[in-house]
């Protein structure tokens, strides 16, 4: 025979597979980072990384709606997208600085070389 006790146990596994999972505030905060980062680097220049961090940004924007809505758990994994979607971003405008840079230090120097001063005659 069942009795109330049994039923309680029968049925709270499925009420704690009901509960929300709690806001992703440090998830919110790591994909916001990710795409300051990447503006900050240059994203905007590339435009793989622009495409990108826009985005994330807007990724961000959907997650904090659902986060309203009570929707952590989406909410959170749309954070998770967003965070990786902004860290390719930096990578990629962190890639292109660098190839500028290394770029500009192979080419030959435009401007001639100092010449040395030339001595004064004392007349």
Do not use: Y
């Not at 919110?28 to 435009?47: C, F, I, L, Y």
């Amino acid at each position: 025979m069942f009795t109330r006790k049994h039923i309680g146990w029968a049925v709270l596994p499925l009420v704690a597979a009901c509960a929300s999972a709690p806001p992703p505030t440090d998830r919110m905060a790591s994909a916001e980072s990710a795409v300051r980062a990447a503006k900050e680097v240059g994203s905007d220049q590339v435009p793989q990384a622009q495409l990108l961090v826009k985005l994330a940004q807007e990724q961000i924007d959907k997650a904090k709606k659902l986060s309203e809505d009570g929707d952590d758990e989406q909410a959170s994994a749309m954070l998770q997208r967003a965070t990786a979607d902004a860290e390719l971003g930096l990578a990629m405008a962190r890639e292109q600085a660098a190839k500028s840079s290394a770029q500009k230090a192979t080419q030959p120097s435009q401007t001639p070389p100092a010449a040395a001063p030339l001595p004064q005659s004392q007349n």
